[in-house]
């Protein structure tokens, strides 16, 4: 049985108070008015750049306003008519770029909590999905690391709350992340407005709680089965599991689509890529085997998980290289269709993030790509726990990377920084996970002794 041992308490404590702290002073150091948003933008990294350029911009209209102004004073009264609605709806059009740039500096801190929540429920998701796996494939090697796999998807239920409440707070207009839940924004913009049957707020929260408790009543019962075939004298609860993780692959892969168009894509409602559900479980399920290996390895260097051997930890790494190159397919095919293809309304994501969020969107492929293709790609290597756990972070980073470029342009815009709420976030939600995950390991004994597959799964060599 394995003890939580004070010491990794204490620093998931020391994460989560950091982390909270650094979100409590991105929400206080957000604007509340426009004047205040000008100010922090004046401020700010390259500020000075950017209000030059605004302040060139703005002395342009006023001298073409001039100049018009000069050309229609002699001209009939109804030009004069034509220039003042052309100055009003100037004057309007500023105005609304004001309050988009205060909405984008107020979403920040929100922003930073939703990605780094997101990010850690999609880690327990993507180790629930591989586990199912595991079970209907009847796997003979990965047994001895089934109570590690549900140890990680004990985070899936609060992890799911908190990425839920979020979204309700959204819906009650705490925030601007998804702008479709702005009725005013609905009613001048044809495109959304389109989409309302499916984007409104009650059947939005409505399919988000129902994917919710179909994943965590999978857990749950395929916990149950588990622990039960531990004392049991048959396999009937073995087989149990394995029905119902069969039945349950099939509703994942239906809802975890879904479920990544609602909670991500629609932050960018004009957008959509139809394989973008597949691109986000490529990433939540890399993540997922990547800290399972972590995990497992942490446990071993702590005298546990003695029933793991090389074998184990080598084909988690090949499973870590593999759905790497798995994500890099996704992410190219995706990336270069539309590219190729440069129909403005579906080029503008890519535009976007390569022009505001240029070291970060290139700066996530080479963590998600190129480094696990360089360390990985050794059959050695994947052996050898410091490069396991070196390509692992790595991987982790660079897939929190993958969620932020996903969220953040949409939601800034180009005003985004990885500074305190952003770290803030991350740490808090690192903590959490830290501490429920643990805490959960310490429920159950580490071998699934009762599993009609274990014995094999001890003597895994090659």
């Known amino acids: 049985m394995y003890t939580f041992s004070n010491k990794l308490r204490n620093l998931a404590f020391a994460l989560m108070a950091v982390g909270f702290a650094g979100l409590v002073y991105g929400f206080l150091a957000a604007p509340k008015t426009v004047d205040e ?43 004069g008519e034509e220039a003042h609605a052309s100055e009003a709806h100037g004057e309007e059009h500023d105005v609304s770029h004001d309050e988009h740039l205060l909405h984008q500096l107020q979403n920040k801190p929100w922003a930073a909590l939703y990605v780094a929540a997101f990010f850690f429920f999609m880690i327990a998701l993507g180790v629930l999905a591989f586990y199912a796996i595991q079970r209907a494939a009847q796997a003979g090697w990965s047994p001895v690391l089934y109570r590690v796999m549900e140890g990680i998807t004990g985070y899936l239920l609060p992890g799911g709350i908190i990425v839920i409440v979020i979204l309700a707070l959204s819906g009650m ?40 408790a179909g994943w965590t009543l999978y857990r749950f019962y395929s916990r149950k089965f588990s622990l039960a075939q531990d004392e049991s004298n048959d396999i009937s609860n073995h087989i149990k599991n394995f029905r119902i993780s069969a039945g349950f692959l099939v509703f994942y892969i239906v809802t975890e689509s879904i479920m990544s168009w609602d909670w991500i894509m629609s932050i960018d409602p004009h957008w959509f890529s139809t394989l973008f559900g597949w691109y986000v479980f490529a990433s939540m399920f890399v993540s997922g085997i990547t800290v399972i290996a972590l995990v497992t390895i942490y446990l071993k260097s702590k005298g546990y998980l003695d029933f793991v051997n090389d074998s184990h930890i080598h084909d988690l790494g090949k499973f ?52 696990p293709l360089l360390v990985l790609m050794n059959s050695d290597y994947k ?75 001890e003597r895994f060599h090659y």
């Not at 700010?44 to 002395?59: C, L, P, Q, V």
């Not at 049957?197 to 059947?203: C, D, E, G, I, Q």
């Not at 985004?416 to 995950?437: D, K, R």
């Open 173 to 212: 207009h705490f925030n601007h992340l998804f702008i479709w839940m702005d009725p005013e924004v609905v009613a001048h913009d044809k495109l959304i407005a389109g989409k309302t049957a499916f984007l409104n707020v009650p059947f939005f929260l409505a399919r988000a709680v129902f994917f919710l």
């Open 383 to 457: 052996r050898t726990n410091y490069f396991i756990i070196m390509a692992g972070i790595v991987i982790v980073l660079g897939h929190y990377l993958d969620v932020f470029n996903m969220i953040m342009p949409s939601a800034v815009g180009d005003q985004w920084f990885i500074g305190i709420p952003e770290v803030g976030g991350f740490l808090f939600f690192l903590g959490l996970f830290l501490f429920v995950v643990f805490t959960e390991l310490t429920k159950a004994p580490l071998l699934a002794k009762g599993d009609p597959y274990m014995g094999e799964s």
């Open 320 to 371: 870590m290289f593999g759905v790497s190159i798995f994500w890099t397919y996704l992410w190219f095919s995706q990336f270069m269709l539309i590219w190729y293809s440069n129909i403005p309304e579906e080029v503008t994501y890519f535009i976007t993030r390569i022009e505001d969020y240029n070291i970060t969107f290139f700066g996530m492929v080479a963590m998600n790509f190129l480094f």
């Open 37 to 79: 948003a000008k100010a922090m933008v004046a401020t700010e990294h390259h500020g000075d750049e950017h209000g030059a350029t605004a302040d060139e911009h703005a002395s342009t209209t006023a001298h073409a306003t001039d100049e018009h102004a000069e050309e229609a004073h002699g001209t009939e009264e109804a030009h």
